[in-house]
């Protein structure tokens, strides 16, 4: 019986078993949302707090939809409408939060580490979506459930991660859960956005400065989000990163016939990704986003509603409750 995880607040430290168990829980979720009827009692009388200090809109509305399939009331912080604004400090906020009761936080924000600091003064389950360049768990676990409805395993994969790597906490988390079943990772991208250091992530790394070169005989090719204003930077201009990086139907066919195309959005079509791309057969764009409900609850009734931590035991109760 594995042991039960109090947080989410990364997986660099997770072990295999652990991520197989949180991609496992997610499958009945999937199923779930097949049914006409998307809503349990599972965490009736639960409350979850969703403290997003930092914009987000697909990661927070897929945590709130999870909250409420589940049965769950929400309580959400904005920072563009919260006390934040006026001056108060991260741990005054949550504490009033905390003073409401909820039973667990999702919880972003802008600075590294902000998950660990709050769940070391907290008393109750903290999950971590994005804190600053550090990670985005949730995020690695639906790319993760996605690839795995494909592909028999993780092992030996190679993995082709293209954009600005050293800013993307989506990147970090995607090479620590990854390589931690084998798969061999590329990483290519413009040079200041590619440091050495990130070859000492994790095992099987190995970054690449042409395009062409990595996405050759690549098996899952992940196509970062770029934040426009580092694109108008005096060093690269947005028709140079076009002309060098942008993933377009005639580069992927470098990629093997069946390689998967995924991107944690929202995309900017015609700069990241060409829209043939985006919208083609190899595209697990809306996929990624299904696949997001379904972590997200397995997270939520793991975490907040005290699943069981058994695999078999689990899954009984969850199809029971989806029936």
């Known amino acids: 019986m594995l042991h039960r995880l109090e947080h989410l607040l990364g997986l660099e430290t997770l072990t295999r078993e652990q991520v197989t168990f949180i991609l496992d829980q997610s499958k009945p979720f999937q199923e779930f ?120 395993s993780f092992d030996g994969l190679h993995i082709t991660i293209l954009g600005d790597i050293i800013h993307s906490r989506v990147a970090r988390s995607n090479i620590h859960l990854l390589s931690k079943f084998g798969a061999r990772i590329t990483l290519c991208g413009p040079a200041m956005w590619m440091p050495r250091e990130l070859e000492s992530l994790a095992p099987n790394i190995r970054r690449v400065p042409k395009i062409e070169e990595a996405l050759e005989g690549a098996d899952v090719v992940f196509v970062l989000r770029v934040q426009t204003e580092r694109i108008n930077e005096p060093a690269l201009s947005a028709e140079e990163f076009i002309l060098g990086y942008q993933l377009t139907a005639e580069r992927l066919r470098r990629a093997k016939p069946d390689a998967l195309v995924l991107h944690p959005g929202p995309m900017i079509r015609g700069l990241e990704i060409d829209p043939l791309v985006a919208d083609g057969p190899q595209s697990c764009v809306l996929d990624q986003v299904t696949n997001g409900l379904a972590v997200r609850m397995a997270l939520l009734y793991h975490l907040v509603g005290g699943a069981p931590v058994d695999s078999s035991e689990n899954s009984k109760e969850q199809s029971s409750a989806a029936n």
């Open 33 to 152: 949302h097949r049914h006409p009827l998307k809503k349990l009692a599972t965490l009736r009388g639960k409350t979850v707090a969703l403290a997003f200090f930092e914009p987000s809109t697909r990661t927070r509305i897929s945590f709130a939809t999870a909250s409420a399939r589940l049965g769950a009331d929400i309580m959400n912080l904005q920072a563009e409408s919260s006390s934040l604004k006026k001056g108060e400090s991260l741990i005054d906020t949550v504490r009033t939060l905390e003073a409401m009761r909820p039973d667990g936080i999702v919880i972003r924000h802008s600075s590294s580490g902000a998950p660990h600091f709050v769940a070391e003064r907290l008393g109750i389950p903290v999950i971590n979506a994005g804190d600053g360049t550090h990670e985005h768990p949730t995020q690695a676990l639906l790319d993760a459930l996605t690839i795995r409805d494909r592909k028999e």
